[in-house]
């Protein structure tokens, strides 16, 4: 025979949650990382031209205006301008290609 001297009471409260992993959100990571190894492939001359460009202009759009300025090396703002080409942004070889593409030069 065997005796119980403490028995638990059930809980009332919930049980605590925990994240288990699912297939859809396995899924989802998994189409994620398909689309993002896409676009690099797709865009790879973009993505290499944002890294390492070979023309030395920096074209870049404005935040507030969306203006189109250019900015030749030895100009004032030349090192602060980063170029964001997932926003239309880019480097040109020659001043007369950005002025051509619809960009204007830096007033400063």
Aim: with cysteine; glycine share 6%; net charge positive.
């Amino acid at each position: 025979m065997t005796v119980v001297l403490f028995r638990p009471r059930p809980s009332r409260r919930p049980p605590l949650l925990t994240p288990q992993p699912s297939i859809s959100f396995a899924l989802i990571v998994i189409a994620a990382a398909g689309l993002v190894g896409f676009f690099a492939w797709t865009f790879r001359g973009a993505i290499s031209a944002a890294i390492s460009p070979k023309c030395l202009i920096r074209a870049n759009i404005s935040l507030t205006t969306g203006e189109r300025i250019y900015h030749s090396p030895g100009q004032r703002h030349y090192a602060d301008t980063a170029i964001h080409w997932w926003h239309g942004e880019r480097w040109f070889c020659t001043a007369s290609d950005a002025e051509r593409a619809g960009w204007r030069k830096s007033r400063i």
